[in-house]
């Protein structure tokens, strides 16, 4: 059964930085591309990034490109995201998902950890 977790969020002052990490189980990082995806409340699903299973790279968001960086951690397991010059409009849940391809659905997420950037 593929499973992810996120965690790491919490309250920040604008212009601060997080790194949010996912342990994912049941998986490797060839089986499934992984993606960052967050939704703040009343609005849609944003995705944030994506590490293909192909090759490793990654693409992200206009909204976040330039400040957030994913990287991986092939013997924990483990996926991050390094968010910096963080803006109240980062405000959201951010979830890590499994994804056939970073173009395709997702396949299955964990529960989301909770970021909140006051201005």
């Known amino acids: 059964e593929v499973q992810l977790q996120a965690s790491g969020g919490g309250l920040v002052q604008a212009g601060e930085s997080l790194r949010l990490s996912c342990q994912v189980y049941?998986?490797?990082?060839?089986?499934?591309?992984i993606a960052w995806f967050r939704q703040a409340p009343g609005k849609k699903r944003e995705g944030v990034s994506c590490?293909?299973?192909?090759?490793?790279?990654?693409y992200e968001a206009d909204s976040v490109k330039g400040r957030f960086t994913f990287s991986r951690d092939r013997r924990r397991n483990t996926v991050y995201l390094q968010m910096n010059s963080l803006k109240p409009e980062d405000t959201a849940v951010y979830y890590c998902?499994?994804?056939?391809?970073?173009?395709?659905?997702?396949?299955?997420w964990g529960q989301g950890t909770l970021v909140t950037v006051s201005s």
């Open positions: 998902a499994a994804y056939a391809s970073c173009n395709g659905p997702p396949l299955g």
């Open positions: 049941g998986f490797t990082f060839h089986d499934y591309s």
């Open positions: 590490m293909s299973s192909s090759d490793g790279s990654t």
